[in-house]
């Protein structure tokens, strides 16, 4: 019915950079929030990065100076630049979207995509 796809994780040096996609398909008429978690073995999964439709955006303290997140609203797909990546940035990056709205009507909330890998290694 509706899915999340993300793109773009992979190998990476320290120093490097990387820049996620997040597309969602399926009769989509809207999408509210949307944001970035991440989740690192043993750790608890944290809200890397959130945008609202209209593009306000919030951080997580870590990665402020060097993640940026953007989204397209007519293409339905959130983006991540990461940038000056660190090894503790080591993680599956997740998707989320708060309330999608369907066309006719239909609302389902908290929508997560099925995750990509981040390594920054040397």
């Known amino acids: 019915q509706v899915q999340l796809v993300e793109s773009g994780g992979g190998l990476v040096q320290p120093g490097g950079s990387l820049r996620l996609s997040c597309a969602a398909s399926g009769s989509i008429f809207s999408i509210q929030d949307m944001g970035w978690y991440r989740q690192a073995p043993g750790n608890q999964r944290e809200l890397v990065a959130r945008?609202?439709?209209?593009?306000?955006?919030d951080y997580l303290d870590s990665v402020k100076a060097r993640f940026t997140i953007s989204r397209d609203n007519a293409k339905n797909t959130i983006y991540l630049q990461m940038n000056s990546l660190e090894p503790e940035d080591t993680a599956v990056y997740l998707c989320n979207a708060e309330q999608i709205r369907l066309w006719g009507g239909t609302t389902i909330s908290n929508v997560w995509g099925q995750g990509t890998q981040v390594t920054v290694s040397s």
């Open positions: 945008i609202t439709r209209r593009g306000s955006t």
